[in-house]
């Protein structure tokens, strides 16, 4: 009896050893392998699988794939880190040639267009000129002139399908050094506040945009920027007590969601650039708006100063100040006219309930997404990746005030959302608000491309924070951001590598990773690459 249980014994461990050593043990080795052997040890840990093979849904942009492990190409020169992250390949992808009904404008239309608007210019200060001469009011008279090479023409005319200016546009760098020397000839309040008219409930918990403190600016070549005045210090963050929708805006945030859009290369945010603006001599003297005039006003220390019009914040402790006429803000290009490029603005499906109290869906279900994927315009293409995008941006920049987005009607539920408005990003350096990533965290998608360039980000040879740092010293107004929210941006980003790990530790690549256009002209062999990880 006692023989029979020792045979027993034996025949089971023989059995188990067996099981483990031809089943379980090459399933873990197989698991490890197509993991990336995840760790949460450490930054330098935050890498995912290189693996070629990746479930493709129905994308309108092109699918050459490639491998994972290109973007770690590591650089060998010192010098610029932000040169050397634009010359990598990921930077360098080839775009399709485009057809004409893939851009937004073409030339004689756009030309067309702006010679009605100088001619409607023409007329309307001749009348101008006229009515003040009767009031005994002397105008200074500045002729406006469109030039078909000016850069912000050439801006409009490089918009397309696939994004607003491509990677290697030079109108780009040269509208940002004009922007901050354009002669203003016109200075007016946004079509948005004009709708106000001034008259805004002060019950309401969310005021409308227009309330905003915010000016158009026409240029005496054509151009027209919005400005946006400084409103807080740059190391002042925002108080604690404060909610998302009623926070300040500030000229720096958006100057800096510009440089960090084209990091990240969206290139969903129209050029702003800084500029130290005489708030007497280019929006006092050249306004023809009475209303706009009459909100001016000489502060005791003798500083020119205005504020905005409507209701409950029309008061002087509301109002920004030149020093003495001298005020920094940021400039941001104009779109081409709605007349000419329409736009809508669809609601954000994770928008916030801009109550004190009240809670959205999305806070409180963390399926959410699930009902998203089912419904038109997310159940299909690239509209939901490119709310992941968004939200990965905003999450970057902390701007919980994304309550909707602008699609060009043009290009149909194919073409890219613009990240307009972003002026209430960079308040609080200390504190990340990871609901903004809950697109990414419920839906458990991203973009193939995205994820390597936020990969190259991480690695050192191309920290975010340090060619961030160098791509705002360009700006005029430099420092844009402190120090702090520099740094910021790295741990945040570390946080989205996490967040996009535990998806695939969860729901595996071929469900998390989609891949999308990323062939690269700077490495002939990519094409050779592909097939072998295909």
Same mark, same amino acid.
């Given at each position: 009896? %006692?023989?029979?249980?020792?045979?027993?014994?034996?025949?089971?461990?023989?059995?188990?050893?067996?099981?483990?050593?031809?089943?379980?043990?090459?399933?873990? %080795?197989?698991?490890?392998?197509?993991?990336?052997?995840?760790?949460?040890?450490? &930054?330098?840990?935050?890498?995912?699988?290189?693996?070629?093979?990746?479930?493709?849904?129905?994308?309108?942009?092109? =699918?050459?794939?490639?491998?994972?492990?290109?973007?770690?190409?590591?650089?060998?020169?010192?010098?610029?880190?932000?040169?050397?992250?634009?010359?990598?390949?990921?930077?360098?992808?080839?775009?399709?040639?485009?057809?004409?009904?893939? %851009?937004?404008?073409?030339?004689?239309?756009?030309?067309?267009?702006?010679?009605?608007?100088?001619?409607?210019?023409?007329?309307?200060?001749?009348?101008?000129?006229?009515?003040?001469?009767?009031?005994?009011?002397?105008?200074?008279?500045?002729?406006?002139?469109?030039?078909?090479?000016?850069?912000?023409?050439?801006?409009?005319?490089?918009?397309?399908?696939?994004?607003?200016?491509?990677?290697? +546009?030079?109108?780009?760098?040269?509208?940002?050094?004009?922007?901050?020397?354009?002669?203003?000839?016109?200075?007016?309040?946004?079509? +948005?506040?004009?709708?106000?008219?001034?008259?805004?409930?002060?019950?309401?918990?969310?005021?409308?945009?227009?309330?905003?403190?915010?000016?158009?600016?026409?240029?005496?070549?054509?151009?027209?920027?919005?400005?946006?005045?400084?409103?807080?210090?740059?190391?002042?963050?925002?108080?604690?007590?404060?909610?998302?929708? @009623?926070?300040?805006?500030?000229?720096?945030?958006?100057?800096?969601?510009?440089?960090?859009?084209?990091?990240? +290369?969206?290139?969903?945010?129209?050029?702003?650039?800084?500029?130290?603006?005489?708030?007497?001599?280019?929006?006092?003297?050249?306004?023809?708006?009475?209303?706009?005039?009459?909100?001016?006003?000489?502060?005791?220390?003798?500083?020119?100063?205005?504020?905005?019009?409507?209701?409950? @914040?029309?008061? =002087?402790?509301?109002?920004?100040?030149?020093?003495?006429?001298?005020?920094?803000?940021?400039?941001?290009?104009?779109?081409?006219?709605?007349?000419?490029? &329409?736009?809508?603005?669809?609601?954000?499906?994770?928008?916030?309930?801009?109550?004190?109290?009240?809670?959205?869906?999305?806070?409180?279900?963390?399926?959410?997404?699930?009902?998203?994927?089912?419904?038109?315009?997310?159940?299909?293409?690239?509209?939901?990746?490119?709310?992941?995008?968004?939200?990965?941006?905003?999450?970057?920049?902390?701007?919980?005030?994304?309550?909707?987005?602008?699609?060009?009607?043009?290009?149909?539920?194919?073409?890219?959302?613009?990240?307009?408005?972003?002026?209430?990003?960079?308040?609080?350096?200390?504190?990340?608000?990871?609901?903004?990533?809950?697109?990414?965290?419920?839906?458990?998608?991203?973009?193939?491309?995205?994820?390597? %360039?936020?990969?190259?980000?991480?690695?050192?040879?191309?920290?975010?924070?340090?060619?961030? #740092?160098?791509?705002?010293?360009?700006?005029?107004?430099?420092?844009?951001?402190?120090?702090?929210?520099?740094?910021?941006?790295?741990?945040?980003?570390?946080?989205?590598?996490?967040?996009?790990? #535990?998806?695939?530790?969860?729901?595996?690549?071929?469900?998390?990773?989609?891949?999308?256009?990323?062939?690269?002209?700077?490495?002939?062999?990519?094409?050779?690459?592909?097939?072998?990880?295909?």
């Amino acid at each position: 009896m %006692r023989r029979d249980r020792l045979f027993l014994a034996a025949t089971l461990t023989a059995i188990f050893s067996a099981d483990l050593y031809f089943i379980l043990l090459p399933k873990l %080795r197989s698991v490890g392998q197509g993991s990336g052997h995840f760790c949460s040890c450490g &930054p330098d840990n935050l890498t995912l699988p290189r693996h070629g093979g990746l479930a493709t849904p129905q994308l309108s942009n092109w =699918t050459s794939l490639l491998p994972l492990d290109y973007a770690m190409s590591e650089p060998t020169d010192g010098g610029s880190k932000l040169g050397r992250l634009f010359a990598h390949p990921l930077y360098n992808i080839q775009t399709p040639v485009l057809e004409p009904e893939e %851009r937004l404008l073409q030339v004689e239309q756009l030309m067309e267009y702006y010679r009605r608007k100088v001619s409607r210019w023409e007329r309307h200060m001749k009348l101008y000129i006229e009515a003040a001469a009767a009031s005994n009011i002397t105008v200074t008279e500045r002729e406006m002139t469109v030039d078909p090479d000016a850069s912000w023409l050439k801006f409009h005319l490089g918009i397309n399908r696939y994004a607003l200016y491509s990677r290697d +546009d030079p109108a780009i760098p040269q509208l940002l050094k004009e922007m901050q020397s354009m002669m203003v000839v016109s200075a007016d309040y946004t079509q +948005d506040e004009k709708a106000l008219k001034g008259a805004c409930d002060c019950t309401q918990v969310v005021k409308p945009s227009g309330h905003h403190l915010k000016l158009a600016l026409k240029m005496q070549n054509f151009a027209k920027a919005m400005f946006k005045p400084m409103r807080q210090q740059r190391d002042e963050e925002t108080p604690e007590d404060f909610f998302y929708f @009623v926070d300040f805006q500030r000229h720096n945030a958006e100057i800096a969601a510009f440089h960090l859009d084209r990091i990240l +290369d969206f290139r969903r945010v129209p050029p702003v650039a800084g500029r130290l603006v005489n708030v007497s001599g280019e929006v006092l003297q050249v306004t023809h708006n009475e209303d706009l005039r009459a909100v001016f006003f000489t502060s005791p220390a003798n500083n020119t100063c205005f504020f905005a019009k409507c209701l409950y @914040v029309c008061k =002087t402790e509301y109002a920004v100040c030149g020093s003495p006429d001298l005020l920094e803000g940021s400039l941001s290009a104009y779109l081409p006219g709605l007349s000419i490029a &329409p736009r809508i603005s669809i609601p954000n499906p994770w928008i916030r309930s801009y109550t004190f109290t009240g809670r959205e869906e999305w806070e409180v279900n963390p399926f959410f997404c699930d009902t998203i994927k089912q419904l038109y315009p997310y159940n299909s293409g690239n509209r939901l990746l490119n709310i992941i995008d968004m939200s990965i941006f905003d999450f970057l920049t902390s701007n919980m005030d994304r309550h909707h987005y602008e699609i060009f009607t043009k290009f149909g539920d194919e073409g890219f959302l613009l990240h307009l408005d972003n002026a209430r990003g960079f308040g609080k350096h200390s504190q990340d608000e990871m609901s903004i990533l809950a697109p990414l965290s419920q839906c458990c998608m991203i973009k193939r491309s995205t994820l390597l %360039r936020l990969q190259l980000l991480a690695r050192p040879e191309y920290r975010l924070s340090d060619v961030m #740092r160098e791509s705002l010293q360009g700006d005029p107004l430099h420092p844009i951001l402190t120090e702090p929210h520099l740094l910021a941006l790295d741990r945040r980003l570390q946080k989205v590598l996490r967040v996009v790990q #535990r998806c695939v530790r969860r729901l595996g690549e071929d469900e998390v990773i989609t891949k999308d256009f990323v062939k690269s002209t700077a490495r002939p062999q990519a094409a050779t690459e592909v097939q072998k990880v295909r």
